[in-house]
């Protein structure tokens, strides 16, 4: 019983410090990124050379800035929707679902607005506070129906979000070779109205007011969860179902609050991709950024600075991987493992907030008795 | 003599506990042998250690005088130790039979169960020691106590010779906790030994040969029972002088505050809980609810507040009827509610003791259309709370689910008694606190009462309720078996109703 990884001691109080955590968080970077270096060996790649190259290319010039903060954006608004839902307990993972339906929702404005549209031009804030309402609530209907679906009947949020991407994306295929298609071959949308496409914020490079859009968001999450008495009944419901019934918290509504706004979240993420980057509706627009986010989430302790943080440097190793692919021909797969393995990594490098490494007992010299000394002296 | 069981110099920490502190102790073959202390002073962790819940971190174990290195339970089953937990771990949808024979691997035996064979060895076991209940019968079907029994069986037939058992009274009635007692003699003549956890000292001046005191991780003293009493008992279990009776003039009962009729209420299963309950509460006055754990007292709190549908029946607050407004209305019409379990209901863990302090009230502290909170009047309020309830640590950042119970109760009685209720129904208020939170509980309650509070205590332990209420009204099954005034009570007589006898089938009943 002992002998399981006795290499590890519990420690008495377990580490919660944040100081702690930033160490630990860096410190599982640095071994995944050591671990990941091996795989460059194939390549006859300098793997040192190569991060340095790619984090030079993902925050070092002003043109891998913007492409970062582009990656960024949609990421941020998951992670901030994925915070929202699941501390208030609804653990949602269809944002992949909600993107589409944002993106699909923000065209369709969009058209309208065109010269021969349904609705013809708007002044420029009246659109983007019609796309921006539009996106949202669509998002957050779409995401509300399983919302309701456990609120009031107590389905599986889990599954049936999943589900739901499925058909989100076939509605999205549905859209784009049907009713919204444009002439030509490409199952896709008619480019949207030059007057409503996202202004850029840094002269020279791509970037969009999208981020903009994102960071404020991030902040209102934050106010909303922390200072306000909805926050307070949300995360209640979500730590202890049972606390909130006894303080006259009705669960249900929660959830399906939690849903909406959670869902409506996603939706921008939608919506900044197609009015900042793809300036159409078209298929494979969700790219798994829908679960990358709530990784991002994750990553960032669900606490709305921490995703921002986490949303950006994964996004910049997104771009630093393409980059590296066109520069030395390692793919892009080799720099996606990496990333996997720094999420994994960073994950189980909770472990060491509770436990200590015995490194004497992990290189195995002296065995026996001096462990029962380190034993009992803790 | 050799002693059948020897602790020596046994040490154990939990992160910055020291929850056993270079313990000894020695039980001698055919004894009973009271393991007394208040909660936390480490009685079970170290039984769990003599089990093999939980692993020593120093000292040693012999049994009957050999060092005995015990890891596992399986270790210790195979030594002859047995442990019964305070949550029975049986199986409900299995029969008796098939509960004791679970997980049993007779070395040589046939593949095959032959749960005739051992059907009649428990019946054989249950006749001997007295033990009643059916081999064949099904677990859900039984009672707590048959459970109890099912327990002892199951050590019994594993050939346990040590029999370990935590708190093992809790959730008897006291007639149940009398038949236990007979069946531990029965055992403890037939060269069983007994270690029995309790924190009370009645059970232990009742069945105990001999009683270890501890208290902060140590073992105090152990002493012969006969030759101690209940006073020096508690003395060494505290450290210090214990009020046993607070003194209590009766309360002056004013003009109804609560008033139930004919009351019906349904669990979560649809099982019908809470039967036909009428019932009256005035100001100035405790009125204790008696009963077992389990007879509809839950079910009837959790109606008053509205927490949970009625079917029929209503209920009248200062004059309201408040049957079917919604559970945030409650507080408004001037009612609070300490629930029973105040880690998971009462409080949320992972919220810090100031947002604690909130909770179910939380509109009294936001401006803006109740939207905003205001941190400043949290904070002032949170900081009153611990300061007028003595909460420690005196941090209201830390997470509530870090307070130690009794403290934790106080943040929970202390946010209900903050408002100035009319009505405090009480559930359970010191159910698991150490002697001291226990005593500073009660002695708010009867302080609220002066103030002119109406209040519903609803208790398992008679004891409490004997010590606080002004009338005491019996639970059995959902229906109130009689209410008494507490100056005329009798413990035989509310024994007997919370056992189901209704107070004018009572014997000797005028």
């Not at chain 1, 269809?94 to 013809?120: C, K, M, N, S, Y």
């Not at chain 1, 249900?252 to 939690?258: D, F, K, M, Q, S």
Request: hydrophobic share 45%; proline share 3%; charged share 20%.
């Amino acid at each position: 019983m002992m002998s399981k990884a006795s290499f590890l001691e519990r420690r008495q109080t377990p580490k919660e410090s944040s100081s702690v955590t930033i160490f630990i968080t860096a410190l599982a970077i640095i071994l995944a990124l050591l671990f990941g270096s091996l795989l460059f060996l194939p390549f006859g790649v300098d793997p040192f050379k190569a991060y340095s190259t790619m984090v030079e290319m993902s925050f070092g010039t002003l043109r891998g800035i913007g492409y970062t903060l582009i990656k960024a954006t949609p990421l941020i608004f998951v992670g901030l929707g994925t915070i929202f839902a699941w501390r208030s307990g609804f653990f949602y993972l269809g944002f992949e679902g909600t993107i589409l339906i944002g993106a699909a929702a923000a065209v369709w404005i969009a058209l309208l607005t065109d010269p021969e549209g349904a609705i013809g031009p708007l002044p420029r804030l009246l659109f983007l506070l019609l796309v921006f309402l539009v996106s949202f609530v669509a998002g957050g209907i779409w995401a509300g129906i399983v919302g309701v679906m456990r609120g009031k009947f107590g389905g599986n949020e889990v599954i049936l979000s999943l589900m739901m991407n499925f058909v989100a994306l076939f509605l999205v295929n549905y859209l784009v070779s049907g009713p919204l298609r444009a002439p030509g071959d490409l199952p896709q949308t008619p480019r949207i109205p030059q007057a409503t496409i996202l202004d850029f914020i840094i002269p020279g490079t791509r970037a969009h007011s999208g981020i903009l859009l994102a960071l404020f968001a991030a902040i209102v999450v934050w106010f909303v969860l922390r200072k306000t008495t909805i926050g307070y009944k949300q995360i209640v419901a979500g730590l202890s179902p049972s606390a909130a019934w006894y303080g006259g918290i009705n669960v249900g509504n929660r959830v399906i609050l939690a849903a909406f706004i959670g869902g409506g979240l996603g939706a921008l993420a939608g919506m900044v991709e197609v009015l900042g980057v793809h300036f159409r509706l078209l298929d494979g627009l969700g790219e798994g950024t829908g679960f990358i986010g709530i990784v991002a989430a994750l990553l960032g302790k669900l606490h709305s600075i921490g995703v921002v943080i986490a949303s950006i440097l994964y996004a910049g190793m997104e771009v630093g991987a393409d980059v590296m692919q066109r520069r030395s021909g390692v793919p892009s797969s080799v720099i996606f493992v990496i990333q996997s393995l720094i999420v994994l990594f960073i994950l189980a490098s909770d472990i060491l907030r509770y436990y200590r490494i015995n490194l004497s007992k992990l290189f195995g010299n002296d065995r026996g008795k001096k462990t029962l000394e380190v034993d009992s002296s803790t | 003599m050799v002693p059948y069981i020897e602790l020596r110099n046994i040490n154990k920490r939990f992160s910055d506990v020291n929850a056993n502190d270079h313990v000894d102790l020695s039980v001698n073959m055919g004894e009973i042998h009271a393991l007394l202390g208040e909660n936390g002073a480490g009685k079970s962790t170290l039984m769990n250690i003599l089990y093999g819940l939980d692993y020593k971190d120093e000292g040693e174990i012999f049994v009957q005088g050999q060092f005995s290195d015990i890891r596992t339970p399986s270790d210790a089953i195979a030594l002859g130790i047995g442990m019964i937990h305070q949550d029975f771990m049986l199986i409900p949808p299995f029969t008796v039979t098939e509960n004791v024979v679970v997980g049993l691997d007779e070395e040589g035996s046939s593949p095959l169960l032959d749960l005739d064979k051992a059907a009649r060895s428990i019946k054989a076991l249950s006749e001997q020691h007295g033990l009643e209940v059916d081999p064949h019968a099904r677990v859900e079907h039984l009672s707590v106590g048959e459970e109890q029994r099912v327990e002892i069986l199951k050590l019994l037939f594993r050939n346990a010779k040590l029999l370990i058992l935590d708190e093992p009274t809790a959730v008897l009635t006291p007639k149940e906790a009398e038949g236990l007692f007979e069946v531990l003699r029965s055992l403890a003549d037939n060269d069983h030994t007994i270690i029995f956890i309790t924190h009370k000292l009645h059970e232990v001046m009742n069945i105990s040969d001999r009683v270890t005191v501890m208290r902060d991780g140590k073992a105090i003293d152990t002493l012969k029972t006969k030759s101690t009493n209940p006073r020096e008992l508690a003395m060494k279990m505290v450290g210090r002088e214990v009020v046993f009776h607070i003194d209590k003039n009766l309360g002056k009962s004013g003009e109804c505050v609560l008033q139930i009729e004919n009351l019906h209420v349904d669990d979560d299963t649809g099982y019908h809980k809470v039967q036909g309950v009428s019932l009256d509460v005035h100001s100035g006055e405790i009125l204790g609810l008696a009963g077992v754990d389990g007879n509809g007292q839950s079910e009837l709190a959790q109606a008053l507040m509205n927490l949970r549908p009625i079917k029929e029946g209503n209920i009248i607050v200062n004059d309201v009827d408040v049957t079917n407004i919604s559970s945030s209305l409650h507080r408004s019409a001037g009612m609070a509610y300490v629930p029973a379990d105040r880690r998971k209901v009462g409080s949320v863990s992972e919220l810090s003791v100031a947002l604690n302090t909130i909770l179910g009230n939380i509109n009294h502290y936001a401006t803006a259309g109740n939207l905003i909170i205001q941190d400043l009047q949290v904070r002032e309020h949170a900081e009153e709370l611990v300061e007028r309830f003595d909460v420690r640590p005196r941090n209201l950042t830390l997470d509530a689910g870090k307070l130690s119970g009794g403290n934790l109760q106080k943040v929970v009685l202390g946010r209900e008694i903050m408002h100035e209720p009319s009505l405090l129904i009480v559930e359970q208020p010191s159910r698991g606190l150490d002697v001291g939170a226990t005593e500073y509980v009660r002695r708010q309650l009867l302080t609220e009462r002066d103030r002119g509070t109406a209040i519903f205590l609803i208790s398992a332990e008679l004891e409490e309720i004997l010590a606080l209420s002004d009338r005491i009204a019996i639970i059995y099954e959902g229906e109130i078996m009689g209410v008494i005034n507490s100056d005329e009570a009798v413990v035989e007589a509310i024994g007997l109703m919370m056992g189901g006898t209704r107070l004018e089938d009572l014997p000797g009943y005028r």
